[in-house]
């Protein structure tokens, strides 16, 4: 805690560690290419969904941060939707620097946080992507309304399709019902972990871990090519999801899912 103070405090102890987060990013092979930074320059800049590093390694962007510092730290509905207004607000940066490839906590990368990415994709454009990095331009809102296209209600490990909606955007929330058992558990001990499973392009489901605390927020399950964003950026459609954990099967628990339709204007 001493160094960190000293480091936040003292100018030659936070020159000190500018030069540290900067030798230790670039040593790593996190060099930006120079076309990366030309669309940076000039222009206030948010780092996502992790890394903020960068902003050390070169001093001549314009750090403008979402509100919550990395995006596997906005785990509660308050703070996703404290982020997602951010990128939805005229305060908003002019540029983001989206990195793929991170997952913290085996959580579902298109899922965290969930609403801030649907924020993003409605308010920012790609306008470069170069290998595992991504630069967004934002734009005026391209999103119209959301409107229900589906429930469904299930137990805990049974799975639902995911309704098509051809050319717009597929949202979802949750709603989480435990029985009265597991409440009770759950205020004396660890609540237990929730999985997400996830069938797109594969045979085989992938497996996440869920968060219960933003579960009635937006998560994006499919995105159409008015996204415009690079494949590796752009979420698999989602075709079956389950909910699953110990603790949460059969009666244990309950799963309620509505589903939403969103156009998204090509920009």
């Known amino acids: 805690m001493a160094n960190e103070l000293a480091a936040t405090l003292l100018s030659g102890h936070f020159a000190q560690a500018q030069a540290s987060a900067r030798h230790e990013f670039l040593s790593t092979g996190g060099a930006l290419p120079t076309a990366t ?3 940076l320059e000039g222009h206030s800049v948010a780092v996502e969904p992790t890394e903020d590093s960068v902003v050390y390694t070169y001093p001549q962007l314009r750090w403008d941060p979402e509100p919550v510092l990395q995006a596997y730290s906005a785990y509660t509905s308050y703070l996703d939707h404290l982020d997602a207004a951010f ?3 005229s305060s908003a940066p002019q540029r983001i620097l989206y990195q793929a490839g991170w997952t913290i906590d085996d959580r579902d990368p298109y899922f965290d946080p969930p609403s801030t990415l649907e924020s993003m994709y409605c308010h920012y454009v790609q306008i470069a992507g170069l290998g595992f990095s991504q630069v967004l331009a934002r734009v005026p809102d391209r999103c119209g309304p959301a409107v229900p296209i589906g429930r469904a209600a ?11 909606a051809p050319g717009e955007m597929v949202l979802a929330t949750f709603s989480l019902t435990m029985h009265l058992k597991e409440k009770v ?3 004396l001990l660890r609540s237990p972990p929730v999985e997400v499973l996830i069938w797109n392009t594969s045979p085989q489901p992938a497996t996440y871990r869920f968060i219960p605390d933003t579960a009635a927020d937006d998560h994006v399950l499919s995105a159409p090519a ?3 964003y690079s494949p590796l950026f752009t979420p698999a459609s989602v ?7 110990d603790g949460w099967q059969g009666v244990a628990g ?5 589903f939403y339709a969103r156009k998204l204007a090509r920009s």
């Open 37 to 39: 930074l030309s669309f």
């Open 87 to 89: 990128l939805a607000s």
């Open 154 to 164: 299930v137990h805990f490990g049974q799975a639902i399709t995911v309704p098509r």
């Open 185 to 187: 558990i759950s205020l």
């Open 226 to 228: 008015s996204l415009g």
């Open 239 to 245: 075709h079956r999801i389950e909910l699953s954990g």
């Open 254 to 258: 309950k799963v309620s899912v509505t």
